[in-house]
């Protein structure tokens, strides 16, 4: 199976990793909107300028395509999916929606097969989610993200003027926490679960105040809760927050029984030192289930929801019933 890396950023660096593990997969090369001399691949990897990708088609089996879902994806992915079977990892809830029918759109009228918002949040615990809603219908579902660096979310604060670097940290607010493994299934709002901390290097002379407030009520990313920006310098930066860890629980509590008299938690959790080598290793085993979707004739847009866990596997359906079921 071979695939190619669109953008070579943090993710990018980790589907090259990632790509590594399976002996069915080929990297065919990396493609960048920076000058490819530019650029220094972890491995052997070739690295072409994005302008040349069009001359791999029909080389590559699935694009996977790593950039920021605030402004790159919600353009790149419809662009590309007109010629290439891919994957994505956006992961701006509140417009799924939006963005699926736009990608689906595309690769119906281009005849490929585009994946979206894979990873792990939106990904697997969309899963975690999926699964447990269905068994404990009469339930509530609960999503905690971190203590850990958010890509998009720091993403989306690089992208504000003045802005040289940051990272974002999301914190579940522990005693939220705490209430809903305890089955206490307590009404909390998007801001009683979870603060942001952000740490910013500014340009030098930059509006701090303005830069701040533009954080602060950035919509879908800081506006719902409560966020404490910190300016430090690259180098603190550098040392103190290089890192990439990440991870979450999804918990559903419910009830059985004639009067509810039966609880039941169900929780799916991650702990992750590298939170972008981890997603781009959900985006690896996802490729693969594109690819055999597609030769099974499926196009347009789909999401993790519709790809039978089997195709995930690079085992056979008897090295599965064997060894994991």
């Not at 590594?20 to 052997?44: A, N, Q």
């Not at 999916?81 to 994505?88: G, S, T, V």
């Not at 979206?116 to 905690?144: E, V």
């Amino acid at each position: 199976m071979r695939i190619g890396i669109y953008g070579y950023g943090n993710l990018g660096k980790g589907v090259e990793l990632a790509a590594r593990m399976y002996e069915d997969i080929e990297l065919v090369g990396i493609f960048t909107r920076r000058d490819p001399s530019s650029v220094k691949p972890l491995t052997d990897a070739r690295v072409y300028a994005a302008e040349r990708l069009s001359e791999f088609k029909g080389e590559i089996d699935c694009l996977i395509v790593c950039g920021g879902s605030a402004t790159d994806l919600p353009v790149i992915t419809p662009m590309l999916a007109r010629d290439f079977n891919l994957i994505d990892s956006f992961d701006t809830h509140k417009n799924i929606p939006t963005h699926f029918e736009r990608v689906d759109a595309a690769a119906k009228a281009g005849g490929t097969l585009a994946l979206i918002s894979a990873g792990w949040d939106p990904g697997l615990f969309s899963l975690a989610r999926l699964y447990a809603a269905s068994i404990l219908p009469n339930g509530k579902d609960y999503t905690f993200w971190g203590r850990g660096v958010s890509q998009g979310h720091s993403d989306a604060i690089r992208r504000i003027a003045g802005v040289v670097d940051a990272r974002q940290y999301t914190v579940p607010i522990e005693e939220a926490l705490c209430a809903v493994r305890a089955g206490e299934n307590p009404e909390l709002t998007t801001g009683q679960k979870h603060k942001r901390e952000c740490y910013v290097v500014a340009e030098a002379g930059a509006d701090l105040d303005r830069i701040a407030t533009e954080i602060k009520t950035m919509p879908n990313y800081f506006a719902d809760y409560e966020t404490t920006v910190h300016f430090v310098s690259l180098d603190t930066l550098r040392r103190e927050h290089s890192g990439m860890p990440h991870g979450g629980s999804v918990i559903r509590g419910g009830v059985t029984g004639l009067a509810g008299e039966n609880r039941h938690t169900v929780e799916f959790s991650l702990k992750l030192d590298s939170n972008p080598e981890f997603t781009a290793s959900v985006l690896v085993a996802s490729a693969r289930a594109v690819v055999r979707m597609r030769a099974e004739g499926r196009c347009g847009a789909i999401s993790m929801f519709d790809i039978p866990p089997a195709m995930l596997s690079p085992m056979s359906r008897e090295e599965l019933l064997k060894k994991m079921l």
